[in-house]
Each structure stands twice: as C-alpha cells, then as structure tokens.
C-alpha cells in the first residue's frame, strides 16, 4: 500500500482512505455483512484510515467499526487509523437541526465515540461543520485539550474556508482539512487549497466520485430509495443529471483509452493533485474496493490530464453539491 502523510504535523496513512458513512445511513439500505467485509478487505489491502462521523447513523456507523476491527486481524486492526466526525444534532426521525462546538460538548461526543469505537483514543478528531455560534477557537481549543489528556491523536477540520482555517491554525497544530473535492468540485484550488498548503495542513478528500456521479455506474433511469440523499441532490436532478452524466461519457471515452474503469480515472486525477491529499472512497462493497484500489496503480501522464481537463473543465457540473439548507451551513463557500 502506499502512504502519504497528513500536513507537516498530521500520521503517515494509506493513499487512500475508505469512507464508511454509506454503511450505516443516506444511500439507501444497507448491508451489515457485506460492510463488514468490506472493512475487512480494506485491512487487508492496507487501508488504515477509516473515516466516519458520530451521525453517521446515529452511532451505527462507529459500533459498526468497532465490530470489524475486533473480528479482524489483531496487526490489521493495530494498524487502523480511525478519523471521527462530532458536532451535527440529530432528531429520533434521523433529521439535522444544527450543529454545536460548545467545548463541553465537544469532550461529551467525543466520550461516546470512544465507548462505541471500543478504543482509548482517536487518531483525528474534527467538527463536520462550524458551529456560527461558537468561535473556531474555542472548538479547537477544546479538541487541544482532549489531545493533552491523550483521548486524541491529532486535530482535524471538515468544510472550512480559508479564514477559517487560518485561525483554527493558530490555535493549535492542525494535520488536516476534510472537504469535497472531485472533478466536478474544485472549488477549493482557489484559496482554500493553497491557504492548506501555506499553513501546512493536509487535505483528506471526500466525493471524489461525486457520490456515484462520476463512477460511471450511475444510469440515467436509476430509482433513487427514499432514504437516498441523492434523492434531493441538486446535481441528481432533471436535467442537471442529464448534464452531469454528457460529462461522465466524455470522461469514460478517456478511460477506455486507458483500459481503466470511469472510477479509477476520476480517483486517480484526484491522487495527482498532490502528495499532500488522501482520497476517501466510499466503497460499500468488497467489489467497488477493489475498483478504487486499482486507481493506485493508474498512471496519469500530462497528456491524460490534458484531456480529462477538456472533457470535465472547471466548474461545468451542474447543480451545487448539497441542497440549499445544507450549502448554508458550508464554511467552505462563504
């Protein structure tokens, strides 16, 4: 496998991280054996970084976790890096109602995550978006503290801007920002991308297939479930998706060329954005690992990047990432 390390002060990990949200909840239902072993072949295969979020079920996604690392291989599971989301409020229906950095709510969540984790400690630990109500210091000072009493490893940001970011920076040493970043969402290489590069800070990316959108399995008829977030994504829909899928086949004419699948030409394209950027895929699958893990041996030349810029150029998708209500609550694009 190979490693990349998180900013100047953040761990050596996998190149790619699997993302294990789709597991537990807002992709339709789900398959506990099958998650389970796909946690397993990503160990296998020598993923370490496991990301996941408090919310991400409400706690089913971390016992989940917690399952596979104690039925796995005692080196495998010595080895995993586990990276914790906190912060979004849940109602007993399964919606958002906000989010809160308060420190002592800070150290609460992170006293549940370690229970259900089953661990004595998390490897990165970030607040999935900024509370307005609460200064960025005062939530990182808090995850500081839990750093000192060696709860936590290192300290992580998620959905940030550059601002943002500068002053969570100051505050203490920050390994890395978590945030969208694909083909069809680059807006980070304006100032948030290099604000993370001057500060040191390391970019752990998530969506790099869009959320199937750009893996070259999503169909133009495909009946969405209705606990499917992509049911309301504003790039799912009408005639965004009919946009966004003409961008998808001028990408797969580049992958045929290749011999490479859709998935692994999109995961590759973001892994040649710099040494300092960890992919997370998404896989739910031990068969969709194994596609995302094939990306690592894809060679991009400067000629393949050429023409992945012509077929998919900045800013043509169509449609924002997240449904209005949820754009608003983005750091990120303030």
Not at 7 to 22: D, F, I, N, R
Not at 173 to 188: A, F, H, K, V
Request: glycine share 10%.
């Amino acid at each position: 496998m190979q490693t990349r390390t998180l900013g100047t002060t953040g761990p050596q990990t996998s190149a790619l991280g699997l993302g294990c949200m789709g597991m537990s909840a807002l992709y339709g239902d789900t398959d506990r054996s099958e998650s389970i072993a796909t946690l397993h072949a990503a160990l296998d295969a020598g993923v370490t970084l496991l990301d996941t979020g408090d919310f991400y079920g409400m706690g089913h996604n971390e016992l989940l976790i917690n399952e596979a690392l104690r039925t796995a291989p005692a080196a495998a599971r010595e080895k995993a890096q586990i990276s914790v989301k906190f912060g979004a409020l849940r109602t007993i229906e399964g919606g958002f109602t906000g989010y809160d950095g308060r420190p002592n709510a800070v150290k609460n969540f992170a006293a549940y995550s370690l229970q259900r984790l089953g661990t004595d400690h998390i490897d990165i630990y970030r607040i999935a978006r900024v509370d307005p109500d609460v200064p960025i210091e005062e939530t990182v000072g808090a995850i500081a503290e839990l750093v000192e009493a060696g709860h936590v490893r290192h300290i992580g940001l998620s959905e940030v801007g550059a601002e943002t970011l500068r002053r969570a920076a100051a505050v203490a040493p920050i390994s890395d920002l978590q945030i969208e970043y694909s083909l069809i969402s680059r807006g980070i290489e304006e100032a948030i991308l290099p604000t993370a590069r001057e500060l040191g800070i390391g970019v752990t990316a998530y969506g790099v297939l869009s959320r199937g959108l750009i893996s070259g399995h999503f169909s133009r008829d495909r009946k969405l479930a209705a606990n499917d977030f992509r049911g309301m994504s504003p790039r799912f829909q009408g005639e965004n998706l009919d946009r966004n899928l003409d961008l998808v086949d001028a990408l797969r004419k580049i992958a045929e060329q290749k011999g490479i699948s859709v998935a692994q030409t999109a995961i590759a394209w973001v892994l040649s954005r710099g040494e300092d950027i960890v992919p997370l895929v998404g896989a739910r699958r031990r068969d969709r690992l194994t596609e995302a893990l094939g990306a690592l041996d894809v060679a991009l030349d400067s000629d393949d990047l050429s023409a992945i810029e012509h077929a998919v150029p900045p800013g043509a998708a169509a449609g924002d990432r997240y449904p209005a209500n949820q754009m608003a609550h983005l750091d990120s694009e303030r």
